[in-house]
DNA sequence: TCTATTGCTCCAGAAGCTATAGGTTTGAGG
DNA sequence: CCTCAAACCTATAGCTTCTGGAGCAATAGA
């Protein structure tokens, strides 16, 4: 039985973050020792461990949810599972697209030297003036 | 004079972010109707532009806030702006890498075809253990 | 037993909006 | 002038994923 510091020493999550987990549903209500505290069973440590690792990912906690319920059912088909994950990625590219352009654009307004006035500042014109952009963003 | 709806329709800012604008000090209280409608100048257009834009290449609204108060002194020196400017670059940049570690252990990860168990999915098992992982995120 | 550490619940805040509820003003057509 | 729909007002809550604090209770080591 792991106290809620061990849990969070072990998988790196913080303590309130644990206990949110729990109100989101991701972990069960662990039981409670006489004072009330929580005391958690190994298995909730690999759970811990494989939430803190998805949401690394970035996988969001609604998806993780599915994710942990479908991983209670090893003799079913994973296509779900498959799917949440390649939605993600499709995800994850089209925000670095995204940043991407906006890096570009960021590094033409940055050209300003930063050596002379407001009022001549390239900075400043080039935020005032989506026209001078070269793409969309 | 613009009502707050033409200022939304001339800007694309939707009108509740208008106000939440104001009420983060990005443009002032306009002056009111006798009815306590919201009047707006001419100059209000372009200043609201100009806080869209710097939205849309995604500064924060306090680095903004700090821009509009430069742009309001264009004698000055602009080295601050630019600071901003490439303080946000690094930013953007810092998040396209992590983006693209993810990608990478995601790409990994999906390479499930989908086509058996959840107990054998790639997906399940590469989530519950980072040291399949290639890098660090 | 004493006390430092850890844990409890509840609540607020961060970022940048967005939505809803319940009410008032405006302006165009009749 | 009158009516009525559209637009506007304020205030408040919600979204997402935590994070931190207040005020108090439990636990564990010396
Ligand atoms: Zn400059
Ligand atoms: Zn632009
Ligand atoms: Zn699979
Ligand atoms: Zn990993």
Same mark, same amino acid.
């Given at each position: 039985m792991y106290s809620i510091g061990d849990l969070s020493r072990r *998988?790196?999550?913080?303590?309130? *973050?644990?206990?949110?987990?729990?109100?989101?549903?991701?972990?069960? $209500?662990?039981?409670?020792?006489?004072?009330?505290?929580?005391?958690?069973e190994k298995s909730?440590?690999?759970r811990l461990a494989f939430i803190r690792h998805?949401?690394?990912?970035?996988l969001s906690i609604d998806s993780i949810r599915d994710l942990l319920a479908l991983s209670q059912h090893p003799?079913?088909?994973?296509?779900?599972?498959?799917?949440?994950?390649?939605?993600h990625l499709a995800t994850v590219r089209e925000k670095i697209a995204r940043l991407k352009k906006l890096e570009q654009e960021l590094e033409r307004i940055v050209a300003c030297?930063?050596?002379? *006035?407001v009022g001549d500042c390239?900075?400043?014109? $080039?935020? $005032?003036d989506h026209s001078m952009c070269e793409n969309e963003h």
């Open positions: *998988t790196g999550v913080k303590i309130p *973050t644990i206990r949110y987990y729990e109100q989101m549903g991701l972990i069960a $209500a662990p039981e409670r020792s006489e004072g009330n505290q929580r005391r958690y909730e440590l690999e998805a949401r690394d990912l970035g003799e079913r088909p994973c296509g779900e599972a498959d799917r949440i994950a390649s939605e030297d930063g050596n002379h *006035t390239y900075v400043i014109r $080039a935020l $005032a």
